[in-house]
Nanobody, 122 residues
């Protein structure tokens, strides 16, 4: 199985910054991609940003230019640098890892972290 440990959430004023981290551990053969999703109260979970093992990134339009996703493949860790935070960014942020567990398999599965609260408020 895969365990994801998230850190870095908290309370920040509008215009401020936060950095989220997520470390994956367990019996992992290869991580295909990692990313961050978020869910605000009363809303569906939505994609924030993803990054492949090769470094290709994808962002939601609402965070482009403000958030940066990066990855340390050696540590199986993904980061989300969030700048110029807005009240609309308030949500629980979930780490996602798409991984292959066995060398003989080509099938990957999604794994999720517990979530970390980000609150943007004055």
């Amino acid at each position: 199985q895969v365990q994801l440990v998230e850190s870095g959430g908290g309370l920040v004023q509008p215009g401020g910054s936060l950095r989220l981290s997520c470390a994956a551990s367990g019996s992992i053969w290869r991580i295909v991609h990692m990313g961050w999703y978020r869910q605000a109260p009363g809303k569906q979970r939505e994609l924030v940003a993803t990054i492949t093992s090769g470094g290709t990134t994808n962002y939601a339009d609402s965070v482009k230019g403000r958030f940066t996703i990066s990855r340390d493949n050696a540590k199986n860790t993904v980061y989300l640098q969030m700048n110029i935070l807005e009240p609309e960014d308030t949500a629980v942020y979930y780490c996602n890892c798409n991984a292959i567990l066995h060398y003989w398999s080509s099938v990957s599965s999604d794994y999720w972290g517990q979530g970390t609260q980000v609150t943007v408020s004055s």
